[in-house]
């Protein structure tokens, strides 16, 4: 088979029938992500199927043109890198299946805001531009189902995988017969061996190192045990037996904690018991948030919060 070039993509082939496409320049950090497209397959499906692929539109246009017309889309969460132009691949036919409740977010951007709890916070104007800013734009119909849930189109099966620590609704999909297990945004970020990125991400209230520690374990298990192919929404492809993605994510994990105990460490030892969120936020432990201003500072000072909150819990300095 031979792969279209398309100025900006990148196309994979997993195997012969599964592609993985990756955005090469993002127009901002939070406006796109990788996905996998099921192509036709005698004894499998005659449909077109798209997984997670969050794009742009002049590029889902010309994936449509090649590849299309393409009948479903599956997302696997509300996070805006996952879902702000999904409405594109819905103006061109597909219909679109997102879990529940994050399926209500692709509908109406005050549902993302109340949904994370950005309304706890700040004003709704700020994620509007939030909103603007990485192209969003709502769908008309969202098919929901329920993280866990096996979802079938034709012959095509996916077994969506509630991996819950990111999010409340985020799911990965295991293709039990194409062996193939997508993470989503479990944590793996790596485009290419060996680069560093941020890793496992749980900036809002309702994350959970635990239970992250618990989604890594069990994503590690389906990928040995019944799988052949790894790929997430920010990374390369990795072939079984190779557990980089998961020494890497629990490796994250581990130095984020060394991070905030080695800045709790930092405040004087008189304040150690009265320290706050906003002592730790000042020091710009994650996020230079000094070189940031308007709705972008306020953004990312509730999701560092939310992070260095969730490592205070587990310091053994402040306990």
């Known amino acids: 088979m031979v792969l279209p070039k398309i100025d900006n993509l990148e196309i994979i ?12 320049k993002p127009p901002y950090y939070f406006s796109c992500c990788d996905g996998l497209i099921i192509l036709p397959k005698k004894g499998r499906t005659t449909l077109t199927i798209v997984l997670d692929l969050n794009i742009e539109p002049n590029l889902i246009n010309q994936i449509n043109d090649f590849y299309g017309p393409i009948s479903f889309y599956v997302c696997t969460h509300g996070h805006m890198d996952h879902m702000a132009h999904v409405h594109h691949w819905e103006t061109l036919g597909a219909k679109i299946y997102a879990p529940v409740p994050e399926h209500k977010y692709l509908l109406d951007l005050y549902n993302f805001y109340e949904g994370f709890g950005f309304s706890d916070v700040m004003d709704f104007s700020l994620i509007k531009k939030f909103g603007e800013l990485n192209g969003y734009q709502k769908c008309n119909h969202v098919n929901p189902f329920n993280p866990g849930d096996i979802l079938e189109f034709e012959d095509f099966i996916i077994e969506t995988i509630p991996l819950i620590g990111h999010s409340k609704a985020h799911v990965g999909f295991l293709l039990p017969r194409e062996r193939i297990v997508h993470i989503s945004c479990l944590g793996f970020d790596q485009h290419e061996p060996g680069e560093d990125g941020f890793g496992p991400w749980y900036g809002f209230t309702e994350c959970s190192i635990n239970q992250y520690l618990e989604d890594i374990d069990l994503t590690e298990s389906i990928f040995l045990e019944r799988t052949d192919f790894l790929t997430s929404s920010h990374s390369y492809i990795v072939k079984s037996p190779d557990i980089t993605p998961f020494t890497y994510m629990r490796e994250k994990i581990a130095s984020n904690q060394t991070i905030v105990d080695q800045a709790i460490m930092s405040i004087k030892p008189s304040k150690k018991s009265e320290i706050t969120i906003d ?7 994650f996020f230079p948030k000094k070189k940031m201003k308007g709705f972008m500072l306020e953004i990312y000072r509730y999701w560092e919060s939310g992070i260095i909150s969730k490592h205070i819990e587990r310091s053994k300095y402040l306990t």
């Open 13 to 24: 082939k997993v195997t012969e029938d599964v592609l993985l496409i990756h955005q090469k």
């Open 279 to 285: 002592d730790l936020l000042e020091l710009d432990i």
